[in-house]
């Protein structure tokens, strides 16, 4: 039987107990839900989210949703897994990895040329290509989508627009008494645009885990007291206005990926470093004109343009202010990669951040495994 949907607050909710809560809808925290549900069908289990599903502001929805074998060995299996778990959601356009110097397993880029890659790079910097042909391209936002509504239709109550507090209760902030304790903020919109809070519930879970991304380790820090080593940064993904169609390949140069999408490119720079603290992301200036890309990747492209001569061209959208680029925060988990992590006796944290694209569901499968056991 499909669960209950509460999106306003129009709709009453009272105080109430749940099996497992699982606070964020993002990508990790919905194929959790589903794979919680299909595990343990008898445990009652709600989704609290703080916006829409997907959040139109969150990282999910602007995930590259690139897929490719390029992993360290520690994270194949899992890479494999999530691409087994993606299904007909991925399209196999494959990728190329570009060089500029000849390297083991890297042919000559003469082997993969088409007519399109001439508007993209230049073969005299980037002279060789390891192509992986099982790589491709999905959308991230569609995925979580389905996850959700697998949930819901098999049980799950999902909660849109809450904002989740989590409240310790015990000497080490987290649940004493073994079950833990999450006040639910029900927002809604003023005749002004204002975002206030409607009404609060208390809800108690036997077990509470944190799937809300960039904002996850603030949430347990303030919720619980405790402090963990995860870091956020903000990304953006500028738009290159250069033809592609859905079976072009992804490029990728040093770490910074072309990602065709809607008949152009989406690109995604790798990320510096963490963002410090109360950073406020601002706009950069290109030979001092105000443009809406920050600094640092303004950096990344300037590093590449030699090779991928397209960055270089008309087709990319610098945009004026830092509103015209697309851009998220992503958490960073330490080490890298997505993780979850269990923080006491009721309490689970669960990151998906910059890689979430190659194993997020893999590992978002592997906490339904344990917490179902
Ligand atoms: P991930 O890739 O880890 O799933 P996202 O940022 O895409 O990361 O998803 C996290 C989700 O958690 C977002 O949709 C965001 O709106 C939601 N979220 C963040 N903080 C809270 C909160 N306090 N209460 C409820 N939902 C939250």
């Known amino acids: 039987m499909s669960g209950q949907v509460w999106a306003h607050v129009g709709q009453p909710f009272e105080s109430a107990h749940y099996d ?72 196999v356009c494959g990728l190329l990895d570009l060089s500029t110097e000849a390297r083991e397993g890297f042919p ?44 819901i239709a098999s049980g799950a109550d999902l909660m849109l627009n809450v904002r989740a507090e989590l409240c310790g209760t015990g000497v080490d902030g987290l649940a004493a008494d073994g079950v833990a304790h999450v006040r639910l903020h029900r927002l809604s919109v003023t005749n002004m645009h204002e975002v206030i809070v409607a009404q609060s519930v208390m809800v108690t879970a036997g077990r509470l885990i944190v799937a809300a991304g960039a904002a996850g380790p603030s949430l347990v820090e303030a919720g619980l007291g405790l402090v963990t080593p995860h870091r956020t940064a903000y990304r953006q993904t500028p738009r290159l206005e250069v033809g592609s169609t859905p079976s072009s390949p992804v490029l990728r140069h040093a770490g910074l990926l072309l990602r065709p999408r809607d008949g152009g490119y989406t690109v995604v720079p790798p990320i510096p470093h963490p963002d410090p603290w109360g950073y406020v992301p601002t706009g950069g200036r290109l030979v001092g004109v105000p443009v809406g890309l920050r600094r640092e990747t303004l950096d990344a ?14 087709g990319l959208v610098p ?23 269990r923080l ?21 499968r592997e906490l339904a495994v344990g917490l179902a056991g």
Do not use: K
Not at 112 to 140: K, M, N
């Open 20 to 91: 497992l809560v699982v606070v964020g809808a993002g990508r990790m925290g919905a194929a959790l839900a589903r794979s919680l549900r299909e595990l343990a069908p008898h445990c009652s289990l709600l989704l609290a989210e703080e916006g829409g599903l997907p959040n139109e502001e969150g990282a999910t929805i602007l995930a590259p949703g690139v897929w490719h074998a390029d992993v360290p060995p520690g994270q194949s299996a899992r890479a494999e897994e999530t691409r087994a778990l993606l299904g007909d959601a991925l399209n």
């Open 108 to 151: 000559s880029v003469a082997e993969v040329w088409t007519p399109e890659l001439a508007a993209l790079i230049d073969p005299g910097v980037l002279p060789f290509a390891r192509p992986d042909r099982r790589a491709g391209t999905y959308s991230a936002g569609s995925v979580t989508l389905a996850d959700a509504n697998a949930a």
């Open 301 to 314: 492209l300037l590093d590449r343009m030699d090779g991928l001569s397209a960055l270089a061209g008309e």
């Open 319 to 341: 945009g004026r202010s830092i509103a015209d680029i697309p851009g998220a925060w992503i958490a960073l988990p330490d080490g890298g990669w997505p993780l979850w992590q």
């Open 344 to 364: 006491g006796a009721a309490h689970w944290l669960l990151l998906g951040g910059e890689h979430a694209d190659l194993t997020g569901l893999s590992v978002a």
